[in-house]
């Protein structure tokens, strides 16, 4: 058994660990309380430009061309995997990298074996964990986060757009976790490029009168769709990490005080039995004087 030193050591340790991760599970719920009510604002909106950006690209006839939505052979794909900047938020990033692979021995395996499947991230700790796995990552975003603002993520939708215009790309697909609730993150694997179209009520979508013209709309209005789809993406993501980080560390603070609790019996034993033996030490010495 130990000594009560070590024990008195060892129980001061996991008091000052109980407290950083105490500390760290209020200040994910204070940043929660923010995001969640930020994806609350957004969704409603960006479904709603999502709905009208699928139609748009199923509306026959016209002259217009919708660049957005050509349909090409997935030779050259792009992954935009979206995690977190820090740890300690349970298996939050574990799993994105986990979908990661599994698409390049699934999905992509074709593309990923021809060295044609491409890995964008934003945050940096699916690109380490990437990267210690032998994946190549050919551009980070990771200063996002340090100023989460659409205008900051529309740079991004702006590249990506420019690079599946310019062919760099035949699909960009985005990998993220939906948050859902403090406790619940929905992996997600969501198209970004060419625009999805509307399977259903398509008959609707041929009667559609453009004003001012087609073509603008086509060219000013999926583009900010576009960006408020991965604006909600990253933003979706940041309230996940904070759901996933508050909810890792509460366990980790109810773990800190289970251990607590032990060692402190532990303590109070290992000092019982050595009272026990002082007196026993004593008593015998005693005995030993009258002899």
């Known amino acids: 058994m130990a000594n009560l030193k070590e024990i008195r050591t060892r129980i001061s340790s996991v008091k000052s660990t109980r407290q950083i991760t105490n500390a760290m599970k209020m200040v994910s719920a204070a940043k929660l309380r923010k995001a969640q009510n930020a994806v609350t604002r957004l969704r409603p909106y960006a479904n709603k430009l999502n709905e009208i950006l699928s139609r748009l690209g199923d509306v026959k006839g016209g002259s217009a061309e919708n660049i957005y939505a050509e349909?090409?052979?997935e030779e050259k794909v792009l992954l935009l995997v979206i995690s977190s900047n820090r740890g300690l938020c349970g298996p939050f990033n574990a799993n994105i990298v986990k979908k990661v692979i599994s698409l390049t021995e699934g999905q992509y395996a074709d593309q990923y074996k021809k060295g044609n499947l491409y890995i964008y991230t934003v945050g940096s700790k699916s690109g380490q964990i990437l990267k210690a796995k032998g994946f190549k990552i050919s551009a980070e975003f990771n200063s996002i986060y340090d100023n989460l603002t659409f205008k900051n993520v529309s740079v991004v939708?702006?590249?990506?757009?420019?690079?599946?215009?310019?062919k760099k790309f035949d699909k960009i697909e985005i990998i993220y976790n939906r948050f859902k609730n403090a406790a619940v993150q929905?992996?997600?694997?969501?198209?970004?490029?060419?625009?999805?179209?509307?399977?259903?009520?398509t008959e609707e979508n041929s009667d559609y009168i453009f004003e001012p013209s087609q073509q603008y709309i086509f060219d000013t209005l999926i583009p900010d769709s576009l960006k408020t789809q991965l604006f909600a993406a990253v933003t979706d993501s940041f309230a996940a990490e904070q759901g996933a980080r508050m909810t890792a560390m509460h366990q980790a603070t109810d773990n800190a005080t289970d251990m607590i609790r032990s060692l402190t019996l532990v303590y109070n034993k290992a000092r019982q039995a050595a009272i026990t033996k002082e007196i026993l030490e004593?008593?015998?010495?005693?005995?030993?004087?009258?002899?």
Not at 282 to 291: Q, R, S
């Open 71 to 73: 349909q090409r052979k």
């Open 186 to 201: 929905i992996l997600t694997q969501e198209q970004f490029l060419p625009v999805k179209h509307n399977e259903k009520n």
């Open 282 to 291: 004593i008593t015998a010495g005693a005995e030993a004087l009258k002899g």
């Open 157 to 166: 939708a702006e590249e990506l757009m420019s690079d599946f215009i310019n």
